[in-house]
């Protein structure tokens, strides 16, 4: 069942730290970094921390030959980093966690052994259908009591073997007695991602491939072998499609995409918006489409159909309750049908506007990032050529929202090395094992990108991790206070 869920804090305590260690996932994984906070201080040699202050777990590890807790406390925007031994007692509790997650990712890190879960089904994706499991105009919380499947390997077997948790079987430790080295290691890409850079380049069985019919998807089928050349960070934009209904669809363009885009219009719903996108590069232009009333005559009332050209934030003196106040506002240059008006628009002024575009030329997309702030609107005007089907040109206008950044891997075709392929490491099911060979250690002249479509529980992971750190300026009020 597809949604994006809120943990809700388990206000069950742990009495030392050593049981957290043991029940709940701790380690280097961005979901791996629980934050719990002590119901008492706790003095260390050369730091307190105060009770109910937010402690962040990082990694478990030895420090001069005890075991301990690699912790963070950001205290007046300064973090302190510490251990704690696992032999700290005390009742530790949970933090409450503002972010969302998949079904898998709590499933698979955010339930502590033992216990169960509470979940929030978060409204910012979920819609419902007959389909749903869930009651429609569900808003309520869900105990998940997760059922544990063993992947298992066989000797001499290749594929993977799933064994359900409640099979009933006598199961036999023959370890000391049993040449580990004749089982197959399987390895996620995200396994594969973590591994030193100077093992790459490197060859690969596939056991498990992913789905779909994509380059390069449908050639990655099982028991096909690859060359992964290297790992590294690369560049996307993401960009949604421009449409009224829920069905819009999302994609990860690469910068290496040869088609080109002309400008669409943007739509601003208040003069705020307007200072955020104004730039120095061109003047913008705009009509408004909603009518506004100033409260202040020094200010400007607005009609549907003002043409104005932005100019830049400025305060303005105005009368209010019969005293004179400083004010934020836009100063803007209202186009009359044979001169130029100069006047002010209040910040808090919650309008309706949208571009009126002159440029008629033909941006590659590097050029639109680097000459625009995103979010922006386009669509195709050239497709790309070198991609068979190109998802974009369909497209009846797309949003460009913002440059991530993303891990990939640079695979080939071990038999046939005559091309590479990008591949993303977080979106990408597959197992794969590494073989003991001579690896071409050439990387094909050719090198493909994909445009990615990304579905809506993904689109809304790579916004959360992206802005994890990222805080926009709070809008203005409303109305004057």
């Known amino acids: 069942f597809l949604g994006l869920y809120k943990v809700v804090a388990d206000k069950t305590p742990y009495f030392s730290i050593e049981e957290i260690t043991r029940k709940v996932s701790i380690g280097p994984a961005r979901f791996g970094h629980p934050s719990f906070y002590s119901a008492e201080d706790i003095q260390l040699a050369n730091f307190t921390v105060k009770r109910d202050e937010q402690i962040t777990f990082n990694s478990v590890k030895e420090v001069d030959g005890t075991m301990a807790v690699g912790c963070v406390v950001v205290r007046n925007n300064e973090s ?58 569900f808003d309520g919380c869900l105990i998940l009591m997760p059922v544990y499947e063993m992947q298992a390997i066989m000797k001499f077997r290749k594929d993977i073997v799933h064994i359900l948790s409640d099979l009933d079987v006598e199961v036999k430790d023959i370890t000391d007695c049993c040449d580990i080295g004749s089982f197959l290691q399987p390895f996620s890409l995200e396994d594969i991602f973590e591994r030193a850079g100077k093992e790459f380049p490197m060859v690969a069985e596939i056991m498990e491939g992913p789905s779909g019919s994509q380059k390069p998807y449908n050639l990655l089928s099982t028991g096909k072998e690859i060359v992964i050349y290297k790992k590294y960070q690369a560049a996307r934009v993401l960009a949604s499609e421009m449409r009224s209904d829920s069905s819009k669809r999302h994609f990860l363009i690469p910068m290496s995409y040869k088609g080109k885009f002309k400008r669409r219009p943007r739509e601003f719903p208040t003069a705020y918006d307007l200072e955020i996108a104004r730039s120095e ?73 949208v571009e009126v575009i002159h440029d008629k030329k033909q941006y590659h997309l590097s050029e639109i990032c680097k000459e625009f702030h995103l979010p922006f609107n386009v669509k195709v005007s050239v497709r790309d050529l070198s991609i068979e089907e190109d998802v974009l040109a369909a497209a009846p206008g797309l949003q460009l929202e913002e440059e991530i950044t993303d891990s990939y891997l640079l695979i ?31 990387v094909p002249a050719v090198m493909r990108t994909m445009v990615e479509e990304v579905s809506e529980e993904e689109y809304y992971m790579l916004r959360r991790y992206e802005n994890i750190t990222l805080h926009p300026p709070p809008r203005p009020p409303k109305k004057p206070t």
């Open 281 to 353: 590069k061109e003047q913008l232009h705009v009509v408004a489409t909603k009518a506004f009333t100033s409260p202040h005559k020094e200010l400007f009332s607005v009609s549907v159909g003002d043409q104005f050209l932005v100019q830049q934030r400025q305060t303005s003196e105005v009368l209010h309750e019969g005293r004179k106040k400083l004010i934020d506002v836009l100063a803007c240059e209202q186009i009359q049908s044979d001169t130029h008006k100069k006047v002010f628009l209040p910040m808090y002024m919650e309008g309706g506007f």
């Open 412 to 442: 080939g075709s071990a038999s046939s090395p005559v091309e590479s392929w990008e591949i993303p490491v977080y979106r990408l099911n597959m197992l794969v094992h590494l073989l003991s060979k001579d690896v071409q250690t050439v």
């Open 80 to 137: 302190h980093s510490f251990t704690l031994p696992l032999s700290q007692e005390g009742q530790f509790y949970e933090c409450e966690d503002d972010q969302i997650y998949t079904l898998k990712e709590i499933a698979e890190w955010k339930i502590p052994k033992g216990r169960y879960r509470i979940v929030k089904l978060s409204n910012t994706l979920h819609t419902w259908d007959y389909s749903s499991p869930l009651p429609e105009n």
